[in-house]
Structure formats: C-alpha cells, structure tokens
C-alpha cells in the first residue's frame, strides 16, 4: 500500500499550484482519500476529503472555495488544486487513505510534498 504526492514548489501569493497523489496496493475507487498539510512548527492538519468514487467532498474552512480536490478512479490519482494562494498556506502536504486488509486498518501517509507561498 503506497501514496506518492508531487507537484509542490514555490509560488507567489494569489497564485495556483496543483498537487497530485498516486496510490497503489488496495482498493482506490472504494476508499476515501484526503489530503493534510503540516506548517513549519505547527501539527499535521485536515484540508480536503473526497469520497469512494467522489461521491462527496468537504474542505477545511479557510480552504472553502480556494482548493478543489478531485480524483480519477482509472489514473488511481487523487488531486489537489489550489487557488488564490496565501502565505499561511506553506506547508508540506501529505496524502492519507486509511486502507483495510482483513479487517485490520492500515493508516497510510505519503512523503510530503512542499508548498511554499512567499514574494
């Protein structure tokens, strides 16, 4: 079971970025995956989540209307667009899907990705 996110890198404020986040080894379409980001100095925090097969979403409220999660059940990819960029939205993002195998949980996280929003 692996998660690999990609697509960080520094942008200015009001600026896009996308992140992407591949997974492999368990169930993708049937699992709900999200996406977390963790600030220099600060916990490990939730930012989006969407659905098995996209069925719903629900965002973090400074989030709301600036970042859209989406996935794509054939690529086994979950995304992360995010929009009109803020500095307090540096951080390193992770990718999570809790995964289960016989009954047994398995909380699965990515290597991170970094965002960086700075002038």
């Known amino acids: 079971v692996q998660v690999v996110e990609s697509g960080g890198d520094s942008v200015q404020p009001g600026g896009s970025l996308g992140l992407s986040c591949v997974a492999s080894?368990?169930?993708?379409?049937?699992?709900?995956m999200k996406w977390y980001r963790q600030a220099p100095g600060k916990g490990r925090e939730w930012v989006a989540t969407?659905?098995?097969?996209?069925?719903?979403?629900n965002y973090q409220d400074s989030v709301k209307g600036r970042f859209t999660i989406a996935r794509d059940d054939v690529k086994q990819t979950v995304y992360l667009q995010m929009t009109s960029l803020k500095p307090e939205d540096t951080a390193v993002y992770y990718c999570y899907v809790r995964s289960w195998r016989n009954g047994v949980p398995d909380d699965v996280w990515g290597q991170g990705t970094q965002v960086t929003v700075s002038s």
């Open positions: 080894g368990f169930d993708f379409s049937g699992s709900e």
């Open positions: 969407i659905g098995a097969r996209g069925i719903m979403t």
